[in-house]
């Protein structure tokens, strides 16, 4: 199946393949890694509007976006109708993002605990407040991302009231918020939303190599395709994938060194932006080493360091030495 293009809102978008919201992964840089590799859209991790509207405004948001950070959605998490538009309000006027999307689908309990993220699935009727009450209030489309309710039925119903309320495009995530990430993604019920709205719908869960995303597509019938666990340390799967969709072959295998010159590239974006953040490096570390040899001395040296400068020092002489 050929590679589609995606309009979401205004935004005619050259693909369909996008970059799910994670925290603590989809910061700028790395966002801009994915983008350089094809990615047609991506989302910021999620805003927690609270913290937002409690902390210093704008420091707060520092850093989340930059010019050439396009198209780009920013995601927001919270419960409250009214503290959702000022936070969306101040996110548009900083930083006019393609569209402002609404976590539906977060399962963590400090989360649900406070009402947000997929607790919000089980009140219908405050969903379509919130998307009504934003679409009224913004410039800027919505969207929002769930994951299944475990009936169909119900899942549809909340579909329906989000395209209803104005929402621009739908993100599923094919796993019930019990599921957390057990089981597979449950393609048959993406299909399902597909079928019954007219706005865009993009699936997500489990997309991991060019079979799955093509897989995914064919079965779903859906818009566009998000990408999330299987980006983490491997931004070059946009690239393959678009490649597989648009010539129905693969690229070559990468090189492994290619891991490490994107982690390279990751820490020089990082710097670029000022976001240095040790805890942030390692994290990301671990993922750009994943599958190489090697790597398990590379991540026992990482974990002793707290300095984010000796942490890309130790990377980048380890890629010397080894690649
Ligand atoms: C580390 C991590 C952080 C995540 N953070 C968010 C988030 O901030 N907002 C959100 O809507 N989903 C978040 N998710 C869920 C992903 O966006 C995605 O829905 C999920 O991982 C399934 O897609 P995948 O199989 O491609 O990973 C997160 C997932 C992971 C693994």
Request: proline fraction near 4%; aromatic fraction near 4%; hydrophobic fraction near 35%.
């Amino acid at each position: 199946m050929r590679l589609k293009k995606l309009k979401i809102g205004r935004t005619e978008l050259p693909g369909n393949l996008l970059l799910a919201p994670m925290a603590d992964v989809t910061n700028l840089a790395f966002r801009l890694l994915c983008r350089q590799y094809g990615a047609d859209m991506t989302y910021t991790e999620m805003i927690n509007v609270d913290a937002l509207l409690n902390e210093s405004r704008k420091s707060f948001i520092r850093g989340v976006s930059s010019p050439e950070d396009r198209p780009f959605g920013i995601q927001l998490v919270g419960s409250c109708p009214e503290k959702l538009r000022e936070a969306a309000l101040i996110v548009e006027e900083e930083y006019r993002p393609e569209v402002i999307d609404i976590n539906m689908g977060c399962p963590a309990k400090c989360i649900t605990g406070a009402g947000c993220g997929s607790a919000l699935l089980n009140s219908p009727e405050l969903i379509y407040e919130i998307i009504s009450e934003l679409t009224d209030a913004l410039k800027t489309p919505v969207s929002a991302k769930i994951r299944l309710l475990g009936r169909e039925e119900k899942t549809l119903e909340i579909a329906r009231l989000i395209e209803k309320a104005g929402a621009s495009a739908l993100t599923v995530h094919g796993r019930t918020a019990a599921q957390m990430y057990s089981g597979s993604s449950n393609l048959i019920e993406i299909k399902a939303v597909k079928n019954e709205l007219s706005i865009p719908v993009i699936a997500n869960g489990d997309i991991r190599d060019e079979e799955s995303a093509e897989r995914t597509l064919e079965l779903t019938g859906c818009d566009g395709l998000m990408i999330g666990r299987a980006a983490m340390g491997n931004p070059v799967i946009f690239r393959r994938i678009r490649y597989y969709l648009e010539n129905g072959e693969k690229l070559e295998a990468d090189k492994q060194s290619r891991q490490l010159e994107d982690f390279e590239k990751y820490v020089t974006l990082i710097e670029e932006h000022n976001l240095l953040s040790s805890i942030n490096l390692r994290m990301h570390a671990h993922w750009f080493t994943r599958g190489l040899p090697g790597s398990r001395q590379v991540r026992e040296k990482i974990n002793g360091l707290t300095d984010g400068k000796a942490i890309t020092e130790l990377m980048r002489s380890s890629c010397q030495e080894k690649y």
